[in-house]
């Protein structure tokens, strides 16, 4: 199984990735949600809540993958 330079399984570190870059992505349609409700576009609000409710869903995949990997041999180092 390949390994990136941190030791760490180069798909656990793919499934981080994609995590932390959901997350980050949902935080920053709050204020796209926001810019659209008070330009009155209601239409282009919903639009954004529904792009960060996937966002959500996909980050809470990557966390039950992540979950799933832990402590196992294809996460990584052994954390003592």
């Known amino acids: 199984m390949a390994t990136g330079e941190t030791g760490f399984s180069d798909v ?7 995590q932390y870059h959901s997350l980050k992505a949902g935080h920053d349609y709050g204020q796209y ?3 659209a409700e008070n330009a009155g ?8 809540r529904e792009v960060m409710a996937q966002d959500a869903e996909r980050a809470a995949r990557c966390h039950r993958h992540l979950a799933r990997l832990s402590g196992t041999e294809k996460a990584g180092p052994a954390v003592d």
């Not at 656990?12 to 994609?18: A, G, H, M, N, T």
């Not at 576009?41 to 954004?48: L, S």
């Open 41 to 48: 576009e209601k239409e282009i609000a919903d639009f954004f």
């Open 33 to 35: 949600v926001r810019d």
């Open 12 to 18: 656990v570190y793919d499934l981080i990735s994609v």
